[in-house]
């Protein structure tokens, strides 16, 4: 079985531009999460689908949003980049979404720069 | 009260060595607590989880620690190697919650 797929794998882009972020979950998951990965904040929680409908979000400003579509593929956006918005943006894929009932897999990640 | 404290965050060991990694959380409607292994370029992979209702787990060399009155959770690597050499993260969560994640530890195997 393919594993989660993410694209691009690199991005740059500068500041105030926005941009598009693409995961392809491993086939028959319906849950996409999406997290944010930094050297001093971790790996945070942005939002998770489940069946095109968003079903939890973390705390994030509303420049961060997403959608997931009827294959389960999900894109998350960011607009008005800022710097601050430099990360790895993981993507993680589950059958059911629920923590602790079935296991998430991350895909490799997304790096963006914003210069 | 959702946050999940993990240190150290980096650990340098000799080749052999018991790497210990140490978890803390308040909320005590979580009842799930993976640990994750992260290689430089790739995504998390779960590695091994526990639940609250058992104290300890092995799978290999590696074993989680629970003491459910402390609100505390270790990870440690028996005979430690240099492809153990890695992030670890801690997370838990609250049924059918989402992940919270400590902040990982650089582990360092030194030949």
């Known amino acids: 079985k393919a594993g989660v797929t993410q694209t691009p794998r690199y991005l740059i882009k500068t500041r105030g531009q926005q941009v598009t972020l693409s995961c392809s979950p491993i086939?028959?998951?319906?849950?996409v999460s999406w997290y944010q990965q930094t050297p001093g904040q971790g790996l945070q929680f942005l939002f998770e689908?489940?069946?095109?409908?968003?079903?939890n979000k973390g705390n994030f400003p509303g420049r961060f949003s997403g959608r997931q579509f009827s294959n389960s593929r999900s894109e998350m956006n960011v607009s008005t980049l800022e710097l601050g918005d430099s990360a790895l943006y993981l993507c993680?894929?589950?059958?059911?979404?629920?923590?602790?009932?079935?296991?998430?897999?991350f895909g490799p990640g997304t790096r963006l720069t914003v210069l | 009260q959702q946050q999940v404290k993990q240190s150290p965050q980096s650990l340098i060991v000799q080749k052999g060595g018991i790497p210990i990694i140490n978890c803390a959380y308040e909320?005590?409607?979580?009842?799930?607590f993976p640990w994750y292994q992260q290689f430089p370029g790739k995504g998390p992979a779960l590695l091994i989880a526990?639940?609250?209702?058992?104290s300890e787990k092995k799978e290999g060399r590696f074993t989680i620690s629970f003491n459910k009155s402390a609100k505390q959770f270790s990870l440690h690597i028996m005979d430690s190697q240099p492809g153990d050499s890695a992030t670890y993260f801690c997370?838990?969560?609250?049924?059918?919650?989402?992940?919270?994640f400590g902040q990982g530890t650089e582990l360092s195997v030194k030949p």
């Open positions: 993680a894929s589950s059958i059911y979404g629920l923590a602790g009932l079935d296991t998430q897999y």
């Open positions: 086939s028959g998951h319906r849950s």
């Open positions: 689908y489940f069946s095109e409908t968003q079903r």
């Open positions: 909320n005590t409607a979580f009842d799930y």
């Open positions: 526990i639940r609250p209702d058992v």
């Open positions: 997370a838990a969560s609250s049924p059918g919650g989402k992940l919270i």
